[in-house]
């Protein structure tokens, strides 16, 4: 099946007859889907906690319960991400929320001032994980944050006014990670950051008028086609952007009324 998440509901539609088409939650505001190594489908809603769609059909509803500090910290679910050890981890507008799905207990972790190695901030936008297994943290103004879930430790990468101090926006969204291990980050507002991990530098795409550059700075979505070496960029207003890597060149594709 492929499955569709929309402002109301959940579409799936069956691949081998595209015709056959079946709403499910249709209360729901669907953020964001993630399947997870167990083949269970993870629905980030907006208000409703998050749904966990086994392959036996069954669905199970976790919200926060206020009185209950083994629930999720916020029913504003953004984002999922599982772990190489087999944990859940979801962004929430408060709160990134541990599940470890074979004690069934949760755990939340928000920033708090007293402690230097906490989340930068504690409203989360995306989940990426890397290579080695770590996470990857962008949060709503606070930067990105890496996060070693083993030792459950969190490294700031904070904004600064040049490409060699740091971010151009607190604000992050999307990230993946191409072939040499640089991390990609969509910002809104600052364009597109690539971080260098091995030499711990910065480069910015951003838009710039009347050169060869990203369309938009509101960024919102990322891919990275590895065999042709194309980063796929999707902007808000701004359309499509293709970035040939191999040239440095973008390609820009627009809506086109009618």
């Known amino acids: 099946y492929i499955y569709i998440g929309m402002n109301k509901g959940l579409l799936r539609i069956d691949r081998a007859q595209p015709e056959r088409q079946h709403s499910l939650l249709p209360d ?3 953020q964001s889907l993630y399947q997870d190594s167990q083949k ?3 629905i980030c809603t907006s208000r409703q906690g998050v749904y966990r769609l086994a392959p036996d059909g069954s669905i199970l509803n976790f919200r926060n319960l206020p009185d209950n500090t083994n629930s999720l910290s916020n029913n504003d679910v953004r984002c999922a991400i599982e772990d190489d050890l087999g944990n859940l981890w979801f962004g929430t507008f408060y709160g ?3 599940y470890n799905p074979s004690t069934q207990v949760w755990e939340n972790h928000v920033h708090q001032n007293n402690i230097s190695h906490s989340l930068s901030h504690s409203s989360i936008f995306a989940l990426y994980k890397d290579t080695q297994g770590g996470i990857w943290i962008g949060t709503y103004f606070g930067g990105v944050n ?10 700031r990468y904070k904004t600064g006014d040049t490409e060699k101090e740091g971010l151009s926006s607190p604000i992050v969204g999307r990230m993946t990670e191409d072939k040499d291990g640089n991390l990609w980050i969509c910002t809104e507002g600052g364009g597109v950051n690539v971080y260098n991990r091995k030499d711990n530098t910065y480069r910015w795409y951003r838009h710039e008028e009347g050169k060869n550059s990203i369309s938009h700075n509101n960024v919102k979505a990322i891919y990275y086609d590895r065999t042709n070496e194309i980063m796929w960029i999707g902007t808000h207003l701004g359309g499509l952007n293709k970035l040939d890597l191999r040239t440095n060149r973008f390609t820009v594709y627009r809506m086109k009324a009618g």
Do not use: A, G, Q, R
């Not at 890496?146 to 490294?155: G, L, V």
């Open 40 to 42: 269970n489908l993870w």
């Open 28 to 30: 729901i505001k669907v």
């Open 146 to 155: 890496y996060f070693n879930p083993e030792y459950e430790i969190y490294t």
């Open 96 to 98: 990134l929320n541990k």
